[in-house]
Structure formats: structure tokens, C-alpha cells
């Protein structure tokens, strides 16, 4: 017996049939030369065991739902959501994909037609890397919001990291780390941090502008 009959064989004894192709992907994924890259490892879960996470800065408009809808409706679904295994919730958290993973949940057709199941890769990643991770794809598509990357960069300050590593983490060159900060008023809530003169030049600039116009609409 080859080793296709032989797959063929466990395949049709499992009474779990996507579990049991799940654990030959990730034994397979263990073998494969490529397998620091998580696409190199698609799973297939349900629904249920994909959640969100509280920080994604990233939105899309009911329009471009309603194309993601379609692509998915006509194309099925191409790209799998990323995710990271959360001890604590026992479940899936994901990274990036929340729009992808929503319209299973909005559209009927397409649950039936994925049984409830949803396309993922899992990073192994803690929570400040999680946040980075998702802030990086969704600049990467261009696709982010002000005030959802600003909570990513407060937690982050909270938790003591330095200016440098943010914006290594997140690629953001430090004179947008500065406009950051005088847009969302961190500037004044981390008054006593220490920031690049890169930074405080943007903040002073800012601030000098702000002032400028506020003069010039007394007159």
C-alpha cells in the first residue's frame, strides 16, 4: 500500500474527518522546509473556536464588506485569517482577518457552504507582539485607523516600552510616532516621558500652528 491509499485509508476510518486532516497538515507542515512561514500551515476550524480581539484599529466600510462578500461568495475564501492560541480563552484570537472572519457570520450562504468552519494560520506571539503583528498587516494594506493605532501605542508605553521600540515594532518612523502624539494628546498624558527631539519638535510645531490660528481668528 503507497502512502496515498494508505492516507486515503485513515482519512475514510476518522469519524473527524477535518481533524484528522488538520493534524496531517501540521505533521506534514513539521517536515516542510518552509515552515517558519505560517502559510505553510492552514487550518480549518469552526466558527465558534475564532474570536476577536479588542484592539484591531482597522475598519472597512459597508461598501467594501459588501465587495468582501462577493470575492468570498464567488472565489471562495483565498487568504486564511491569522490568529494566535489564547491559553486562557481556549479559542483562537485573531490578528488579522476579522472582516473575513465576519462574513461567515453575517451570511448565511457562505456559512453553509464553509460548514461553519473558517481558514486560519496561528502565530506563536504575546500580547504586545500580537498588537504589533496586527498593526503591521494593516499598514501593510494600507487600512488603519488613527485612534486604533494610537490605544496600541498607549498600552505599549504603559508597559515600558521606549519610543524606538514602538516604532520598530509597529514601522512607523518617529516623526509619525510625533504627529501620533499631538493628534491623540498623548503628548500631555505622558508629560513626564522622555521623547526624541524629532518627536517634541512635531509636538512644538504642532502646538506653535494650533496657537497661530487660534491669534489669527480673534482678529
Not at 66 to 91: A, F, H, Q
Not at 127 to 147: E, F, K, L, P, Y
Not at 211 to 218: G, H, P
Amino acid at each position: 500500500m503507497n502512502i496515498r491509499e494508505e492516507i486515503k485509508k485513515e482519512f475514510d476510518a476518522a469519524q473527524d474527518k477535518l481533524a484528522y486532516l488538520n493534524d496531517l497538515r501540521k505533521y506534514i507542515s513539521t517536515l516542510s522546509p518552509e515552515n517558519v512561514n505560517p502559510v505553510d500551515c492552514v487550518l480549518w476550524v469552526p466558527k465558534e473556536q475564532v474570536v476577536a480581539n479588542n484592539y484591531n484599529p482597522n475598519h472597512v466600510a459597508d461598501k467594501e464588506m459588501k465587495l468582501l462578500y462577493t470575492s468570498v461568495r464567488e472565489d471562495g475564501y483565498t487568504m486564511p485569517i491569522v490568529t494566535i492560541w489564547d491559553d486562557n480563552l481556549k479559542k483562537y484570537v485573531i490578528i488579522d482577518g476579522f472582516h473575513r472572519n465576519l462574513v461567515i457570520r453575517k451570511f448565511p450562504d457562505i456559512d453553509a457552504r464553509c460548514k461553519g468552519m473558517l481558514p486560519i494560520v496561528v502565530l506563536d506571539k504575546d500580547i504586545d507582539q500580537r498588537m504589533a503583528s496586527t498593526i503591521r498587516h494593516n499598514r501593510a494594506r494600507g487600512s488603519h485607523s488613527i485612534d486604533g493605532t494610537a490605544n496600541i501605542v498607549f498600552q505599549m508605553l504603559k508597559d515600558g516600552k521606549s519610543e524606538r521600540e514602538i516604532c520598530e515594532n509597529l514601522g512607523m518612523e518617529q516623526r509619525e510616532f510625533g504627529k501620533l502624539m499631538f493628534v491623540t494628546g498623548f503628548a500631555k498624558i505622558f508629560k513626564n516621558y522622555h521623547y526624541s527631539a524629532c518627536v517634541e519638535k512635531v509636538v512644538d510645531e504642532k502646538r506653535v500652528a494650533r496657537e497661530t490660528k487660534q491669534k489669527e481668528a480673534k482678529k
